[in-house]
């Protein structure tokens, strides 16, 4: 099995076989997951590197224990302490890893398009783990896996995306993905934070009133307002968005019908989601976490030369 890129830069840039391949790979590498021995040697000989220009937990350790259950070698890179603190470029940090030679980097960057950037100027793979408020595609591919995990398939399923879509690489790799897969799809949220003409752009449904959004999904993947991409307010206040946005088991229970709860993390408890809805039976918030090392493993295996050789 092989992808039809290089690189995985962002869901906007796959096709619908590429995805197919991927939930494939990554539920063959979940059933591993699960053994007592969890590791196999698929990556062996195989020297990745974690390039990691702004902060994550979940991603960065999900990346790193897919490597290791792959046998990869793996060197992991902060910028907040490295030689970046001391003017270097992004493209000279990157020449001086590959001179060490690296076969696939890993890369999360605060710039939208800073991956693009690499892929342009270097020879190894270049797997996006979040760009700016571009794309995050290797959680959308995550997402899509836990939905059919839990729903059976993609394929007429009514998802939503609440909250802040306007700043969200999460909502943007959902949404190409979603489309591809046959969702039907609809974003929720403050006008504020919704981009306008996104129905022209991107061919989703707008509410913005979260109770009809809610009795209309059968899942709901709720989102972090990104106050550190926000330069302007963009709502009142952190309470006031609970009151109007807030996912709660009152507004839950209220509905005629059980719905499948979602978030990436990190979580702003009390914000877009109340404990009583996130710790629930109806999220499935960790397994979206567990299911993320299979995913990685997924991607990292059918990008590199070993895929291609079988
Ligand atoms: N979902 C996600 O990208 O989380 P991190 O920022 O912790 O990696």
């Not at 350790?61 to 792959?70: G, M, Q, V």
């Not at 270097?88 to 690296?102: G, Q, R, W």
């Not at 306008?196 to 059968?218: F, S």
């Not at 946005?245 to 229970?253: C, T």
Request: aromatic residues 4%; glycine residues 4%.
């Amino acid at each position: 099995m092989q992808l039809s890129t290089k690189h995985l830069l962002g869901i906007k840039d796959l096709q619908k076989s590429d995805i197919e391949s991927i939930l494939t790979t990554a539920k063959q590498f979940k059933e591993v997951l699960q053994r007592p021995i969890k590791k196999v040697p698929s990556l062996r000989d195989t020297t990745i590197v974690n390039l990691f220009y702004e902060n994550s937990t979940r991603t960065r350790i999900s990346f790193e224990l897919a490597e290791k259950r792959l046998s990869a070698d793996t060197i992991n890179f902060s910028s907040s302490a490295s030689s970046v603190s001391k003017g270097e470029s992004l493209l000279d940090t990157v020449n001086n890893i590959l001179s060490m030679k690296v076969d696939m980097v890993v890369m999360r960057h605060s710039a939208s398009g800073a991956p693009h950037f690499l892929a342009k100027h270097i020879p190894a793979a270049i797997i996006n783990a979040g760009d700016g408020i571009n794309e995050h595609p290797t959680q959308a591919l995550l997402d899509a896996f836990s939905i059919v995990e839990r729903l059976g398939n993609l394929e007429g399923k009514k998802i939503v995306l609440i909250g802040d879509i306007m700043h969200s690489r999460v909502a943007l790799s959902n949404i190409y993905l979603l489309k591809k897969m046959g969702a039907e799809i609809m974003v929720a949220g403050p006008p504020t934070l919704i981009p306008k003409h996104i129905t022209e752009a991107l061919g989703v449904k707008v509410e913005y009133n979260l109770k009809k959004a809610l009795q209309w999904c059968d899942v709901a993947n709720v989102l972090r307002i990104q106050l550190e991409r926000q330069n302007q307010v963009l709502f009142s206040s952190l309470r006031e968005y609970n009151l109007a946005y807030g996912v709660n088991k009152k507004l839950l229970d209220s509905l005629n019908k059980e719905i499948v709860i979602m978030h990436p993390g990190p979580i702003n408890r009390g914000v877009e989601i109340d404990s009583d809805v996130a710790d629930s039976n109806q999220s499935i918030i960790l397994q979206q976490v567990e299911n993320g090392v299979a995913i990685r493993m997924a991607v990292l295996y059918l990008l590199s030369d070993k895929s291609v050789s079988n």
